[in-house]
Structures are given as C-alpha cells and as structure tokens.
Nanobody, 117 residues
C-alpha cells in the first residue's frame, strides 16, 4: 500500500504562487502515477495534473501554462508549482498515487489553497 500526504497550501493574492507537496510512503516503488485533484466548495472534485513514472504529464485545461507538476524520486515527493493563481483556483487540493495494477491510494486530508482577489 501507498499513503500520500499533502502540504504547502495557504492564502495568497491573485497572481501569486504556491508550491504544494505530495509525500508518498509505503510501497513507493510500485507507484506509476501521482495525481493531483482539487475540490472547490459546492463543486465536484476534478483532476488538476498528473505525472507518470516516465515523467510524462497531463494537465487540466484550466491550469495549463500556469501549473507545473514535478517529482523528486529520491524524496518520494511530487510537487505542484502553481503560478499566476486566480480566485477560481481556490479549493482543497488532494493527491493520490496509482500503482501499475490500477490501485489508488486513499484520499488524504488535502491542503487548502485560498486565492484572494
């Protein structure tokens, strides 16, 4: 099993930047993909970005060109670099791991990002 813990959220003004971290523990060698999601109040959870073990990435259209996902394999950590933040980016951000078998890690507590206008 793999566990993931999110951190790095906070309050930032529009146009600002934040870096979120997703630390994985457990059977980390089995991880194929790390996925970042977000959920704003009253809205469904949505995929923000993901990164595969081969380094390939996918982004939601709403964050392309502003967010960058990266991974530090030595630290078993994936980062979400968020630039040019907008009030609509306000949400709780979560990460999950996906193994080659398709198994997903449990949802964590998430980390809150609030962007003021």
């Amino acid at each position: 099993q793999v566990q993931t813990v999110e951190s790095g959220g906070g309050l930032v003004q529009a146009g600002g930047s934040l870096r979120l971290s997703c630390a994985a523990s457990g059977s980390t060698r089995s991880i194929k993909t790390i996925i970042w999601y977000r959920q704003a109040p009253g809205q469904q959870r949505e995929l923000v970005a993901l990164i595969d073990s081969d380094g390939s990435t996918v982004y939601a259209d709403s964050v392309k060109g502003r967010f960058t996902i990266s991974r530090d394999n030595a630290k078993n950590t994936v980062y979400l670099h968020m630039n040019s933040l907008r009030p609509e980016d306000t949400a709780a951000y979560y990460c999950r791991s996906r193994l080659a078998t398709g198994e997903l890690s449990n949802w964590g507590q998430g980390t809150q990002v609030t962007v003021s206008s």
